[in-house]
């Protein structure tokens, strides 16, 4: 193809980011006219929730690294901001591609939209184009700090590639206008059918002496349900309920752990032995938990996908998802914590899900950008 080479950056900053920009990574990089860069924020900095999902996913290291880390999400989506626009300005990418909905995903989206260019005849004009990837989720609810990144993202962005068809609606309710929508499906399912074999060839859940099918698996880090003292507590002390069922596995959050320390809650679980307490694990032994697990307890928003994917009762923590074709169609259900234990004995009585063939979640996401991608510079 006669296409010049355009300049393409892949923004990675927090953990459930990673597994959303490898596949595309991987694409992009057999294509002559792309040249990617990964640039990395630094949302995320500990060897257990960044550099550990580079190696499991064969990302090479960033070429480029904001290093901001922490800070109250003003601190965050600004430092974000003054150092991407730096990188911008010496740069000139003739597109940013940002994924996800956490903070860094508002903040290189302000930056590349609001950049100017000060080269006359630069190839794109005046700015980078933007998209975004996995648009047009919506939980409705705004005192959740990702469905806020995810309004402005999307209402700023160029190029919108939603996951599933409750996304094109809810872009369109919004006002946007239809020819950015493209709906590519999910990209995490590329991930997960690009490294099944690296997943397979493990037996993680041995290292604790448990069997295939015969334990749980537990994720919280959300603010809503590991922020407050009493709701931590008693939701540490339904899950020691729930351990005496079926053992459960425990990867901690950095936030979690803080405040499980903080509160003095952390022996509540530790001194309970069918709860194994572990650090975050990386992509491929994480995924390898989920493969192998009876139900997921969590409240992330990346393993309701994965685990109806793969046909795994899923417990999610939270009175509204922005993902609700995994309760439509596929394994997942909504959760209060008074509900847990009652639904946990009807998951572990009942123990039939099917897996759910959901449209474009097929492990070919990755492809249908780049195609997207080539027919918008081809034009
Ligand atoms: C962020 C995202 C959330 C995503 C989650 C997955 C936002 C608003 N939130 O939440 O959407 O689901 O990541 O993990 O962007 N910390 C460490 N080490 C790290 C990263 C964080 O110790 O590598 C600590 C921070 O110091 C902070 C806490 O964990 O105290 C929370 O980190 P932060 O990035 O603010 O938000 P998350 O809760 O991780």
Redesign the pocket.
């Known amino acids: 193809m006669n296409f010049k080479t355009i300049t393409i950056h892949l923004i990675a900053a927090?953990?459930?980011n990673f597994m959303k920009i490898a596949p595309l990574y991987h694409a992009l990089k057999k294509e002559k006219w792309a040249d990617t860069i990964i640039v990395h924020t630094g949302?995320?900095?500990?060897l257990n929730?960044?550099d550990a999902f580079f190696k499991d996913l064969n990302l090479p290291e960033p070429d480029i690294h904001l290093g901001v880390g922490?800070g109250t999400?003003a601190e965050?989506t600004g430092q974000v901001m003054i150092e991407y626009e730096k990188v911008l300005l010496e740069h000139r990418p003739d597109m940013v591609i940002v994924v996800g909905?956490?903070?860094s995903t508002i903040a290189c989206t302000l930056a590349a939209t609001k950049v100017t260019y000060d080269l006359p005849h630069h190839s794109r004009g005046l700015r980078p184009l933007v998209a975004h990837l996995e648009a047009g989720l919506r939980s409705f609810d705004r005192t959740m700090?990702?469905e806020i990144?995810r309004l402005v993202t999307d209402s700023l962005s160029d190029i919108l590639w939603t996951p599933s068809p409750d996304g094109d609606e809810n872009l369109k309710r919004e006002g946007i206008s239809e020819d950015k929508i493209i709906r590519v499906g999910n990209i995490m399912i590329d991930s997960l059918e690009m490294f099944r074999e690296k997943i397979e060839k493990k037996a993680v859940y041995k290292e604790f002496g448990l069997k295939k099918h015969e334990y749980g698996l537990i994720t919280l880090?959300r603010p809503s349900n590991v922020d407050e003292q009493n709701k931590l507590k008693t939701l540490c002390q339904l899950l020691c309920r729930i351990a005496g069922k079926i053992p459960l596995i425990f990867p901690i959050?950095?936030?979690t752990r803080?405040n499980l320390i903080n509160y003095g809650l952390i022996n509540v679980l530790n001194g309970f032995g069918k709860i194994v307490l572990l650090e975050p694990l990386s992509y491929v032994p994480f995924m390898n938990l989920v493969f192998n697990c009876s139900l997921v307890i969590t409240d992330?928003?990346g393993i309701q996908e994965e685990t109806s994917y793969l046909g795994i009762p899923c417990l999610t923590l939270r009175s509204n998802t922005e993902r609700p074709v995994t309760i439509i169609q596929g394994t997942n259900q909504l959760c209060e914590i008074s509900d847990i234990v009652m639904k946990v004995d009807k998951i572990l009585s009942n123990n039939i899900c099917l897996g759910s063939q959901i449209e474009f979640w097929d492990g070919k996401t990755a492809a249908r950008i780049v195609e997207s991608i080539e027919a918008r510079i081809n034009c």
């Open positions: 927090a953990r459930p949302q995320h900095y500990d929730m960044s922490s999400h965050q909905d956490v903070n700090p990702e990144n880090h959050h950095p936030r803080k992330s928003g």
